[in-house]
Nanobody
Framework: QVQLVESGGGLVQAGGSLRLSCAAS????????MGWFRQAPGKEREYVAG????????AYAGSVKGRFTISRDNAKNTVFLQMNSLRPEDTAVYYC??????????????????WGQGTKVTVSS
C-alpha cells in the first residue's frame, strides 16, 4: 500500500504561483513513477504531468507546458508541482498518483494504482 498526501493548494490571483507537494509513504519512493492530475468542477480528470522513478524523465500536458514543473526528492519521499503564471482555467482539485509497476507512467490514469485525497487550487481573475 502507498499513502499519498498532497498539500500546498490555495487561492491565488491570475499570474501568481503555487507549489504543490505530495508526500508518499508505505513503499520505497524511488520505485514509484509519479504523476499529477487535476479535475475541475463538472469536468473529467485531466493529466497534468508525470515523472519517472529517478526524476530523469518528465512530461507535461500541453495546457501547462512551460508554466508548470514537476520534480521529486527521493530522499524526502516527495513529489512537487511548481505552478507559475497561473490562469483561472487552472482552477481544479489536484491529485498526485503513484504507479509501482512502471519506471515511467504517462497520461493514462488507469496506470496509476494509488491516489491522494487532492488539494484544491483556485485561481481568481
Amino acid at each position: 500500500q502507498v499513502q499519498l498526501v498532497e498539500s500546498g493548494g490555495g487561492l491565488v490571483q491570475a499570474g501568481g504561483s503555487l507549489r504543490l507537494s505530495c508526500a508518499a509513504s508505505g513503499r520505497t519512493f524511488s520505485n514509484l513513477a509519479m504523476g499529477w492530475f487535476r479535475q475541475a468542477p463538472g469536468k473529467e480528470r485531466e493529466y497534468v504531468a508525470g515523472i519517472s522513478r529517478s526524476g530523469g524523465s518528465t512530461a507535461y500536458a500541453g495546457s501547462v507546458k512551460g508554466r508548470f514543473t514537476i520534480s521529486r526528492d527521493n530522499a524526502k519521499n516527495t513529489v512537487f508541482l511548481q505552478m507559475n503564471s497561473l490562469r483561472p482555467e487552472d482552477t481544479a482539485v489536484y491529485y498526485c498518483a503513484a504507479d509501482p509497476s512502471s519506471y515511467y507512467s504517462g497520461s493514462d490514469y488507469r496506470r496509476y494504482d494509488y491516489w491522494g485525497q487532492g488539494t484544491k487550487v483556485t485561481v481568481s481573475s
